[in-house]
């Protein structure tokens, strides 16, 4: 099992900055794939960013590219997403996720563990 725990979330005015981590502990993470996902009220679980433990390639949406930046400190287990310029549209509740697998993967069915979310509320 892989425990996984969001933190940084808040308001912000539009074209503001946050950065999200993820700590993650429990069963060995460095063949695991961290993503971050974001939900918005009525709205499916969209694919933010992706990055991989082992290998560090990393993966983005088209609507934050550019945007947010998703990075790992292997020494602390944590993950981080700095997001920059942020949009009203950016608003949702973001969740840290892993897959215990080498590809990365947009979908979040394929993601095993979950954080527990933490809420961006960008103001316009």
């Known amino acids: 099992q892989v425990q996984l725990v969001e933190s940084g979330g808040g308001l912000v005015q539009a074209g503001g900055s946050l950065r999200l981590s993820c700590a993650a502990s429990?069963?060995?993470?460095?063949?695991?794939?961290m993503g971050w996902f974001r939900q918005a009220p009525g709205k499916e679980r969209d694919f933010v960013a992706a990055v991989s433990w082992t290998t560090g390639r990393t993966d983005y949406a088209d609507s934050v590219k550019g945007r947010f930046t998703i990075s790992r400190d292997n020494a602390k287990n944590t993950v981080y997403l700095q997001m920059n310029s942020l949009k009203p549209e950016d608003t949702a509740v973001y969740y840290c996720?892993?897959?215990?697998?080498?590809?990365?993967?947009?979908?979040?069915?394929?993601?095993?563990?979950w954080g527990q979310g933490t809420q961006v509320t960008v103001s316009s």
């Open positions: 996720a892993g897959d215990p697998t080498i590809f990365i993967s947009r979908d979040y069915k394929r993601y095993d563990y």
């Open positions: 429990g069963r060995t993470i460095s063949s695991v794939i």
